[in-house]
Nanobody
């Protein structure tokens, strides 16, 4: 499956952005989809994930500010980010989890397909 992330940009603290990730190539709805982020000098960290049926998971510290959703008809997963903070600055990646992986969905190693990343910069 090919993934194309978009929607990043520069925003002031307190602002909002919505990231999109369009999938193509295979049956989108069969994949658990995740969003990760990576700031310079840090490891890639789990942000949120979603099953096609709507069950969602979040990094605890981001609950209430970030919302993942998906439109299976459009093969697209979204990440709505509100009340952004400078520490949210990172490259954001969407990913499709390997269906055969039994690893936690919070681990980047569990994902088989990755988008190219989209930069989010939050100014103070």
């Amino acid at each position: 499956v090919q993934l194309q992330a978009s929607g990043g940009g520069l925003v002031q603290a307190g602002g909002s952005l919505r990231l999109s990730c369009a999938a193509s190539g295979r049956t989108f709805r069969s994949y658990f989809m995740g969003w990760f982020r990576q700031a310079p000098g840090t490891e890639r960290e789990f942000v949120a994930g979603s099953w096609s049926g709507g069950t969602t998971y979040y990094q605890d510290s981001l609950k209430g500010r970030f919302t993942i959703s998906r439109d299976n008809a459009k093969d697209t997963v979204y990440l709505q980010m509100n009340s952004l903070k400078p520490e949210d600055t990172a490259v954001y990646y969407c990913a499709a989890k390997n269906p055969l992986s039994s690893s936690s969905s919070t681990l980047a190693s569990a994902y088989a397909y990755w988008g190219q990343g989209t930069q989010v910069t939050v100014s103070s």
